[in-house]
T-cell receptor
Framework: DAGVIQSPRHEVTEMGQEVTLRCKPI?????LFWYRQTMMRGLELLIY????????DSGMPEDRFSAKMPNASFSTLKIQPSEPRDSAVYFC??????????FGEGSRLTVL | GEDVEQSLFLSVREGDSSVINCTYT??????LYWYKQEPGAGLQLLTY???NMDMKQDQRLTVLLNKKDKHLSLRIADTQTGDSAIYFC????????????WGLGTSLAVNP
């Protein structure tokens, strides 16, 4: 099994630009999570989907952040416009129901 | 609110035992987890314990749970340099096993 696949692995962009992070969950998993990891705040849950439906987006920082899951095998996290304080590692994870979380390798975002 | 606390750093010598501690606040947690994050990678489930257990052993790993004190520990016997990583404690939030509450992680350094 390929595991959770995220792209890009690294992104460097300028303040104000749009950033799109992508995730392919493990086939058969029905829950998908987007996390943000920073040194100061640790691991923060931004949003999670169950059966492609957003269930809890209370962790999304503000309206600049949006996430979609158009089908069971693809999700995006978009930041528009990006700001330097958005610099972090963004992880996607998937699970079957409330089971073990499988994480991707992360997308490291740097906003200059 | 719900909170999970861990010490941030631990340094041990190769061959010694490592003990990583965690305290949590939500007494209704069903599961408590230990995840491991190696440099540049996502988190991987190391082990977990159901809340009605007080100990679980898995090869070099021993998890101890003290529900009264809301204290969880992870002991790694015969620590190896390959065990150097960040270890995250997490609990399943009240009534929602999908929304884990995470500690900030303990960075374990194993010295030869």
């Amino acid at each position: 099994d390929a595991g959770v696949i995220q792209s890009p692995r690294h992104e460097v962009t300028e303040m104000g630009q749009e950033v799109t992070l992508r995730c392919k969950p493990i086939s058969g998993h029905n829950s998908l999570f987007w996390y943000r990891q920073t040194m100061m705040r640790g691991l923060e849950l931004l949003i999670y989907f169950n059966n492609n439906v957003p269930i809890d987006d209370s962790g999304m920082p503000e309206d600049r952040f949006s996430a979609k899951m158009p089908n069971a095998s693809f999700s995006t996290l978009k930041i528009q416009p990006s700001e330097p304080r958005d610099s972090a590692v963004y992880f996607c994870a998937s699970s079957l129901d409330a089971g073990e979380l499988f994480f991707g390798e992360g997308s490291r975002l740097t906003v200059l | 609110g719900e909170d999970v606390e861990q010490s941030l750093f631990l340094s041990v010598r190769e061959g010694d035992s490592s003990v990583i501690n965690c305290t949590y606040t939500d007494s209704s947690s069903t599961y408590l987890y230990w995840y491991k994050q190696e440099p540049g990678a996502g988190l991987q489930l190391l082990t977990y314990i159901f809340s009605n257990m007080d100990m679980k052993q898995d090869q070099r790993l021993t998890v101890l749970l003290n529900k009264k004190d809301k204290h969880l520990s992870l002991r790694i016997a015969d620590t190896q340099t390959g065990d150097s990583a960040i270890y995250f404690c997490a609990e399943s939030g009240a009534g929602n096993n999908r929304k884990l509450i995470w500690g900030l992680g303990t960075s374990l350094a194993v010295n030869p």
